[in-house]
């Protein structure tokens, strides 16, 4: 019998379960676990456990810290389940900040004031490495790791209840957003136009793709007759230097986005120089090569491109605009001709439209003072043709 009952009180039962010998004494190992409740909430508490001994997952009571739970985690549960980009910031976050500072004590033992005295270190002065505070948002990510790794600790029946739950998570402070204006654009492409990966940084200006949806293109994707891309895979470098392509994280991020002339322009030429490139190379041109790679068909390095960016911004003097920034450009110029939101929304990927809302607030006064002028416009010729009543 690999586990059973034993009543013990009114309502209360006790939980054994056998986990096979000591290599040392020969006698059969057991775990011992108080369920308050009733026979059927043992008897769940057992098949638990029991489920937890066959796939793996079981940790002993009271001799598992945090520290061996989160490794557990990242193996059982984080490396198999997530992208592998999520996997390496948790591993991150997990190996250099929690456990040294939260790994020792006993998982049973976790409180919330133990989150909260590290949450509050890491905020002001208590990083282990001695480099100094760490910002909000970082710390929310810290946050959302050990509640997410708890969270399973609670399903796995380790904890019977998340002491994260009790913790406010801190409150994000994002950096201002750093976007170009109409004459800056233009200028930007100017000083790029000779630079390598130019239609790299024009697409992005004129689709707000990401990063990882750009590099990820293959011309399968794209439509040049009809100026359309489809967007449906994300390129990442791991850790160790390996390319991975993973689907977009939402089902709005697998969209078409719809391209402006200029920009199917500059694909199609962009096109033509890779096949003569091909040509000269005596490499055939597939369908499933990159839009966007090295001369002989590899990944670019997402660094390499990013890196290209920054000297090309210094270079055009509008310094502290980031890759990314491009996106942002993008759907700010949008917004500001007049284009709906929901339009936006679809071309970025984001999944709501209040994302899209709540991210380019920014250009909401300038929307309203728009939407003020044209309410008035249209009714101020109707105003204009009323005559008042004769009341004399």
């Not at 997530?82 to 976050?93: F, K, N, Q, S």
């Not at 997410?148 to 994002?174: E, F, M």
């Not at 689907?247 to 199609?268: H, I, Y």
């Not at 390095?301 to 450009?329: C, F, M, Q, Y």
Request: with cysteine; hydrophobic share 40%; glycine share 6%.
């Amino acid at each position: 019998m690999r586990g059973h009952i034993v009543k013990r009180g009114e309502n209360s039962y006790s939980v054994v379960i056998r986990q096979g010998k000591d290599t040392n004494t020969g006698k059969y190992l057991q775990s011992w676990f108080t369920v308050k409740g009733g026979k059927k909430d043992a008897e769940k508490k057992l098949a638990e456990l029991l489920h937890q001994l066959d796939t793996g997952t079981f940790m002993k009571p009271g001799k598992t810290t945090l520290g061996d739970f989160l490794d557990r985690w990242l193996h059982d549960y984080a490396c198999a389940n997530l992208a592998p980009r999520t996997a390496e910031g948790y591993d991150t976050i997990i190996h250099q900040h929690l456990i040294p500072k939260l790994g020792s004590i006993p998982l049973t033992s976790l409180k919330p004031e133990h989150i909260q005295k590290y949450y509050g270190e890491m905020l002001t002065a208590g990083r282990s490495d001695g480099k100094g505070a760490l910002n909000p948002l970082t710390v929310r990510h810290h946050h959302m790791t050990l509640h997410n790794a708890l969270k399973c600790a609670v399903k796995w029946g380790l904890l019977i209840r998340n002491p994260a739950d009790s913790i406010d998570a801190p409150r994000a402070t994002h950096a201002e957003m750093k976007v170009m204006t109409e004459n800056q654009l233009n200028h930007f492409l100017e000083v790029a136009k000779s630079a390598p990966y130019y239609s790299v940084f024009y697409l992005a200006l004129f689709t707000g793709m990401r990063r990882s949806e750009l590099l990820a293109l293959q011309w399968s994707d794209v439509d040049l007759l009809l100026c359309q891309v489809s967007v449906n895979r994300t390129l990442h470098r791991l850790k160790g230097g390996n390319i991975v392509f993973r689907p977009p994280k939402t089902a709005k991020g697998r969209r078409t986005v719809s391209l402006s002339p200029s920009t199917a322009l500059v694909l199609q030429q962009h096109l033509q120089s890779l096949k003569a490139l091909r040509l000269l190379q005596g490499n055939p041109f597939t369908p499933s090569d990159l839009v966007f790679s090295r001369e002989d068909g590899s990944p670019l390095s997402p660094n390499a491109v990013t890196s290209a960016w920054l000297r090309l911004v210094k270079r055009a003097g509008l310094e502290h605009i980031r890759l990314h920034d491009a996106r942002h450009t993008h759907a700010s110029l949008m917004l500001k001709q007049g284009i709906h939101p929901k339009i936006v929304q679809e071309r970025l990927g984001h999944s709501t439209i209040a994302i899209t809302l709540d991210t380019y607030s920014h250009v909401a006064p300038g929307l309203q003072d728009a939407a003020a002028k044209s309410f008035d416009l249209v009714l101020s010729s109707r105003h204009a043709n009323t005559v008042a009543p004769d009341m004399s």
